[in-house]
Every structure is written in structure tokens, then in C-alpha cells.
């Protein structure tokens, strides 16, 4: 199976790293920007019985757990603004394609994004035991949707609707001449365990290339600035 996030302004990013054989981790540039985290999984899907806990390192705040995928769930947009001390004003309007930021602040440590597979029963466990203002804050875990978080919700499933029918188009079942995969990159925060942050888009049944979530950045990326209200309609 593979794991994608988006952050607000930036690509979307799929180089997430086996840390071992059920956690895997993503450093996460300018997370302190952010108010918003969609993280999703597709490909292969989890094991009967299993789910996956999320969970974010922010500078300074240490490992949080931020709510769970599943099956019945493969997707979950997380607010992180309510996560970090109060240092600058946060705009709830601030959903995803934000494309605003022109990187004139500089640009803080990078956040470190965990996804540890565990059986559906400890996920669960876990996430009743978040205190009920984390859970409410968490807007597409399926542990509790505010009615405010609905229009954020079909937005978030929209553009990770026209990412996986985009992305999914250039899946082949063997790799095509001279392709490798790439890695390499930055240690993973011992909390979350060992390893080393790289890039590469693989299941054991096909294989993505990287340049399609690049190529697919770029073309929405257009498309969302010729008409900003795109992803509100669009559904393939």
C-alpha cells in the first residue's frame, strides 16, 4: 500500500519511508504554515483487521496522535493550526489549495507525519481515548464530523478523487527500462523510530512513477489558479 499527504500551498507528497514493517514516516517542510494535513492511502489496501493510527512530530511539541485510516476510511484532513502554541492569527478558511504562500517568512524545521499499521481494535482504543476537543478537531477520521467540517470534507475528497484517478492512470505492473527506485533523505525522529526519509511511489502489484504526482501538481496547480472554485465542482 502507499501513503500520500497534502499540505496547504505545497505538492503533494507520497515519499513516505518504512521506518520497519508497519510504521512508516514523511518530513514535512513548512508544516508551521499550515493549518490543514490531508493524509491518504491507496494502492493496496490494509489487511483485514488492521487500520492505521496517523500521527505528527511539530517542532518543539513532540509526537501527537492525530485520528486513523482505514478502509472503510482511506482519507482524513487533520486541522493542525489548535496543535501548536499561538503564534500568529490562523484563517479558517485556510483548506488545503492554499496557494498564497510566496515563502517570504523563513522556513522553520520540518515536521515529521508517522503512520503505524496496528490491528483495528488498539486504533480504535486510541482514538477513544483522544480528549474530545482533539477529536473534534480531527474533521475526516470518521470519529466524529462537526457539520462544519462538511464543505472541507467533500473539497478534501474531491481533490483526492482527481489525484487517484490521475496518478492511478500511469500505474504499470513492471517497471519500465532504466527506472529505479529513489532514496535516501533525512533520518527519521527517533520517537517514531530509525530509518531514512526518502522518495519512491511502489506496491507489490504496480508501480506509480513519481513524475505523475509532479505532473499532476502542476496541472491543478493551473487550474485551481484560472478558476479557484475547481475543486468545489470537479469529480474525475
Known amino acids: 500500500m502507499q501513503f ?45 483487521g488492521y487500520a492505521a493510527t496517523v500521527h505528527v512530530n511539530l517542532p518543539e511539541r513532540g509526537w501527537q496522535l492525530l ?15 489548535g496543535l501548536r502554541p499561538a503564534t500568529r492569527s490562523s484563517d479558517g478558511d485556510d483548506v488545503m489549495m492554499d496557494a498564497s504562500n510566496d515563502g517570504s517568512a523563513a522556513a522553520g524545521p520540518p515536521a515529521m507525519l508517522g503512520i503505524s499499521i496496528e490491528p483495528i481494535d488498539a486504533v480504535q ?9 482533539q477529536r473534534t478537531a480531527t474533521a475526516t477520521t470518521g470519529h466524529g464530523i462537526p457539520a462544519s467540517g462538511t464543505a472541507g470534507l467533500q473539497l478534501s475528497l ?24 529513489v532514496g535516501g533523505g533525512a533520518p527519521v525522529a527517533s520517537a517514531f523510530g530509525g530509518g531514512m526519509v526518502g522518495s519512491a511511489a511502489v506496491t507489490n502489484a504496480s508501480w506509480i512513477p513519481v513524475k505523475a504526482f509532479e505532473d499532476w501538481w502542476s496541472t491543478v496547480n493551473r487550474k485551481v489558479k484560472m478558476n479557484p472554485q475547481y475543486f468545489e465542482r470537479v469529480s474525475d
Open 4 to 48: 500520500g499527504a497534502i499540505v496547504a500551498g505545497q505538492p503533494v507528497q507520497t515519499d513516505f519511508q518504512p521506518v520497519d514493517a508497519t510504521k512508516f514516516a514523511l518530513a514535512v517542510p513548512n508544516a508551521d504554515k499550515a493549518n490543514h494535513l490531508v493524509v491518504f492511502v491507496f494502492g493496496d489496501p490494509f489487511p483485514a
Open 67 to 81: 485520528g486513523a485510516l482505514s478502509n472503510d476510511k482511506p482519507s482524513a484532513m487533520f486541522r493542525l493550526a
Open 125 to 133: 482504543a486510541q482514538i477513544a481515548a483522544l480528549p474530545q476537543s
Open 158 to 181: 474531491n481533490v483526492l478523487q482527481n489525484l487517484y484517478h490521475y496518478v492511478t492512470s500511469f500505474a504499470t505492473s513492471s517497471l519500465p527500462m532504466g527506472a529505479h527506485i
